[in-house]
């Protein structure tokens, strides 16, 4: 827990967060609530995307692909199967499909362990895409999905459980092994950590969450085209949200997600031309000024002697 | 068609090279990049995009035929990896961005990305969104039962005679050498007193400029808009990954080997099984050869 | 160039500081008094090259109706302004869209999106709040399911009746054998699934069926198989991103059957500048509208058109836009805003367009046919159904 309330501030900071999120329908209308569905998606999909990647270091361009594989479930099985198992079954079915794809790909490393992830996400789209159109359908509509409140609130509750697993992952002692692993994998498995189930373990969990994201926001846009289901920009947002949040632990991230989102929100309303431009070039000098994140910004920790690049002490 | 048919198709061996030729010279720009720097350009298929752009604009505007546009546009390409290189990422190099090669990587992939989305929507904002083609060299020349269209042909020869020259350049000149060596143990090439900020410099130029290059080639075959450039930016990665990352004659190699798989992969399946058998190649040559499949050299750490 | 945590903290604050002056310039401007119509449209993303026939249609419609003084409400004149944002070529951020123009902006009226994802995506949203939108570039069987009362789709290209006129089209040709190429995104998806069961009715054989990605690069494998089987009609159901690439590779092969049918792409002037002209003369596409004498407006409207952006428009999506606007525009002299009104309005009155009469039953508009253009000499002209032709039917003459 001291992971995330390390102090009362931050404790304030989440609370203030969670009741804004928690009255939103009650209070805001649609497009307000819409956004707020939006953060809550990120979140969720971060989280469970930092449970390997920022752990581990392993970083994944291919976390869209859990959020198909849940979306797909649902649009495949609507109106034969009550929703709430449907929901569930997507979560479990993506967990499944990182465990038994797991173990080869977590053999793979570094830049080559990035592009895989990437590919493995395409191979999933492109074999869904072959098999829809082969199948004879060329799009799915789902007709009577359920209303926003109940979109909202099941991402709320979704978005909690991944903050959860987060924090307790990182504040565990399976989340110690990991960050071991991330700084030297021979050395971490010379000490005794089972770094090939760890790894396994923390790619199944980071899999579940995406898996029922994706299932929940198919009710959200009814339209189920393959192709913008499994679309990359998710992946990589995810990884941009992470990023920027910077950090070791369930804090930074969240941070990340709120900022990102809601500065495309802003940008995207006010300078509906340039809004992208404009974000590509925010990005860019995040990057390069701001290198630890938010996290970095609003913390001052000391740094390590060992750690300090030497272009500090000139400034 | 039967399957000997096909695997004796003239016709699809043409296709194939002109493809596979493409994807190496775009995989060549990459690996530079990669090789030297560790940083995975994100934005080189939008270089491409501009090169494509360059070369429309050459064309529909002032009567300048792609071929004879190339070498400028190649330069203007070149002249813009260098301006990134100076402005941003010699500081990211130089030590600015803290411990550990994790934190380089991410962090380097989102300043790419970030670059990437600028050029895509900068020039879609300059440009409009609109799709782009020109006819040039449409004429269709035969040569033993296989039909060439003059400007696919023209692409084939271009790629093929620059990838062939920047291999010889890496292999013979002494600044080729400094830059194989910045690429397989860049501390080491620095203790030997390569310049290694000039072969970094020297190869972002390359990279971008023969990113534009592609661009050229590639506007002359068919259609593309400014959001058209990640799919190459994804073939370009499948191939410097499938070659081993860094080897640039690998990935020459696994790009005609992605060129074949593409074109009689469709030929033998289907065309809707493109990206299935593509990908799972790739997913497939990964997973039995980690490190790329013509891993063989000691990979730097 | 080192940066302490302090420099770094202003530029933070800058950057922060920027943004919030955007947003605020952006809260400030919103005004009451002019008529303000919103809509979203794909600016950025894979379909960004689709959507200027439809946005530049609705630009000229709303510089013509401020230059008469604004738009007609129940008898005020009123000037318009439009409200739009970029969806991203994303349907579930058209949705988002239409939330926040009825929602938060608050806005008079709608225009629709383009495309027929982006048309059912957002007809939820709008029987929600009980808004009524007429349609425009929207497409598929699955439009009949959706529920009538707040959205109408004035188009006669649905792939079933596409389907079945182009057999009939096929077999006054005397074509006796085809080849049919399928890009597998939903509308030109649809086509194949519907034009094959009536070929084999009509005892036409289908000598190719194949089907391809929208991301094709090179499409030589297919086409060589097209070649070889000589066929009398090649079916290129492809969208405007692989229609040229078709054209492109058809001429390298050679592909010299007389019947050439390319689903979507030619019906834009874009077409001909990127094949050439020889090359796009004698294809045959679906659009059901050409500047006919009979129908009103519709040399004035591709005068202007031609006029304000040096190039013809799109003979399917640009008419389809105009014509949603002219409805609208009929419908809200009468009716003013008034939702229910505006609704029963357009579910029951015949209306005037350049394409002829419109009138809905349910979603669908049930007087245009559905219709093929054919481009001769430069110009697309309609050549089916005969009662709609401007111009005869010619068998394609090589690339």
């Not at chain 1, 590509?280 to 910004?297: D, E, R, S, T, Y």
């Amino acid at each position: 827990m001291k992971d995330l309330f390390p102090n009362r501030w931050w404790t304030l900071l989440w609370a203030c967060c969670l009741l804004a999120l928690a009255v939103l329908p009650f209070v805001a209308n649609a497009y307000v609530v819409g956004i707020g569905l939006t953060v809550l998606m990120w979140i969720a999909l971060t989280q469970s995307w930092c449970v390997l990647s920022k752990m581990t270091g392993y970083v994944s361009l291919g976390h869209v692909v859990f959020y198909g594989i849940g979306a797909y479930l649902v649009v495949v099985t609507w109106q034969e199967v009550p929703l709430p198992l449907a929901i569930v079954g997507a979560g479990l079915l993506a967990a499944l499909v990182a465990a038994l794809v797991g173990l080869p790909v977590l053999r793979v490393r570094g830049p080559y362990f990035v592009i895989l992830t990437f590919g493995l996400a395409e191979l999933v789209k492109y074999t869904i895409t072959w098999i829809e159109s082969a199948s004879g359908m060329a799009s799915r509509i789902l007709f009577g999905a359920p209303d926003l409140p109940v979109i909202y609130f099941s991402m709320f509750a979704l978005a909690l459980l991944s903050v959860a697993m987060l924090t307790w992952v990182s504040s565990s002692r399976f989340g110690h092994g990991l960050r071991s692993l991330r700084e030297n994998e021979e050395a971490a498995e010379t000490l005794g950590v089972p770094v090939v189930r760890y790894k396994l373990i923390a790619f199944v969990l980071g899999a579940a969450i995406p898996g029922m994201v994706g299932a929940i926001m198919a009710l959200r846009s009814t339209y189920f085209v393959v192709g913008q289901v499994f679309d990359p920009m998710i992946s990589v947002t995810v990884i941009a949200m992470a990023i920027l949040g910077g950090g070791d632990n369930a804090r930074g991230p969240l941070l990340g997600v709120i900022f990102l989102s809601l500065l495309s929100e802003l940008l995207w309303v006010n300078a509906p031309l340039l809004y992208l431009v404009i974000l590509g070039a925010i990005l860019m000098v995040f990057v390069l000024v701001v290198p630890n994140g938010l996290l970095g910004l609003f913390e001052r920790k000391p740094v390590p002697v060992v750690e300090r690049p030497p272009t500090d002490s000139a400034a | 068609m039967t399957v000997l048919d096909i695997l004796l198709s003239g016709q699809l061996l043409f296709a194939a090279l002109v493809t596979g030729s493409l994807y190496a010279l775009i995989a060549l720009g990459l690996n530079l990049v990669y090789g030297t720097m560790r940083m995975l350009n994100v934005a080189h298929g939008d270089v491409v995009m501009l090169g494509a752009y360059g070369a429309y604009w050459g064309f529909t505007l002032l009567d300048i035929p792609p071929l004879l546009a190339a070498p400028v546009v190649a330069g203007l390409g070149g002249l813009l990896g260098w301006a990134l290189y100076r402005g941003i990422f010699q500081r990211m190099l130089s030590g600015g961005s803290g411990a550990g090669n994790n934190r380089l990587e991410s962090n380097s992939l989102l300043l790419f990305f970030g670059l990437s989305i600028i050029l895509q929507n900068a020039t879609a904002l300059v440009f409009t969104p609109n799709n782009r083609a020109y006819n040039y060299l449409d004429t269709v020349y035969h040569f033993g039962g296989v039909a060439m269209t003059g400007n696919r042909l023209a692409a084939l020869l271009v790629a093929g005679t620059a990838c062939i020259a920047v291999a010889v350049f890496l292999s013979r000149s002494v600044f080729g050498l400094a830059t194989r060596a910045v690429i397989e143990r860049r501390e080491a090439a620095h203790i030997v007193g390569v310049d290694v900020d000039y072969v970094q410099r020297l190869s972002f130029i390359l990279g971008f400029g023969s990113a534009a290059l592609a661009g050229v080639l590639i506007s002359m075959l068919g259609q593309f808009s400014p959001f058209s450039g990640f799919p190459f930016t994804i073939a370009g990665f499948i191939v410097i990954i499938l070659g081993g990352l860094g080897n640039t004659m690998a990935g020459l190699l696994a790009a005609l080997l992605l060129g074949v798989i593409e074109t009689y992969g469709v030929a033998l399946t289907s065309a809707n099984m493109r990206s299935v058998l593509l990908y799972g190649a790739f997913v497939a040559a990964l997973l039995l050869f980690p490190n790329g499949l013509f891993a063989g050299r000691a990979k730097s750490r | 160039m080192t940066l302490t945590k302090t420099n770094r903290r202003t530029a933070v604050g800058g950057i922060a500081a920027t943004v919030l002056a955007l947003a605020s310039g952006g809260v400030l401007a919103q005004a009451d008094k002019p008529l303000r119509i919103g809509f979203s449209m794909a600016r950025t993303g894979m379909l960004a090259n689709a959507t200027p026939s439809q946005l530049n249609t609705y630009e000229l419609w709303r510089e013509q109706t401020n230059a008469r003084g604004g738009m007609d409400v129940g008898g005020t004149r009123r000037k318009v302004e439009f409200v739009t944002y970029d969806d991203q070529s994303k349907p579930d951020q058209a949705v988002r869209i239409y939330e926040k123009l009825i929602t938060d902006d608050k806005v008079d009226l709608l225009l629709a999106p383009w495309g027929t994802p982006f048309h059912i995506a957002i007809a939820p949203v709008l029987e929600k709040f009980k808004f009524p939108l007429v349609g425009n570039t929207a497409a598929s069987v699955a439009l009949r399911k959706v529920k009538p009362g707040y959205i109408w789709f004035p188009t006669s290209a649905i792939p079933d009746r596409i389907g079945q006129e182009l057999v009939k089209m096929l077999k006054g040709e005397n074509v006796k054998s085809v080849a049919v190429l399928s890009n597998v995104l939903p509308f030109t998806k649809e086509i194949k699934n519907f034009v094959e069961p009536e070929l084999k009715k009509a005892g036409i054989e289908i000598k190719v069926s194949a089907e391809y990605p929208p991301d094709i690069a090179d499409m030589t494998a297919t086409l060589t198989q097209v070649k070889q089987a000589n066929v009398d009609a090649v079916l290129a159901l492809a969208y405007p991103g692989d229609s040229v690439l078709y054209a492109k590779q058809a001429k390298e092969l050679g592909l010299n059957n007389p019947f050439q049918f390319i689903a979507i792409g030619p019906s834009d002037a874009f077409f001909a500048k990127a094949v050439g002209a020889t090359s796009a003369e004698g294809v045959v596409t679906i659009a059901h509208w050409s500047p006919k004498a009979e129908w009103k407006g519709s040399q004035a409207f591709y005068d202007a058109y031609v006029k304000k952006f040096g190039e013809d428009p799109d003979y399917l999506n640009s008419a389809l836009a105009w014509m949603s606007l002219e409805i609208l525009e009929t419908t809200v002299a009468k009716t003013g805003l008034d939702k229910a009104k505006m609704r029963e309005m357009i579910s029951s009155q015949t209306f005037d367009t350049i394409n002829g009469k419109v009138k809905f039953e349910g979603v669908q508009n049930v007087i245009t046919p559905t219709a093929f253009v054919q481009t001769q000499k430069g110009k697309l002209r309609i050549v089916w159904p005969a009662s709609m032709a401007t111009s005869k039917y010619e068998a394609k003459k090589g690339w």
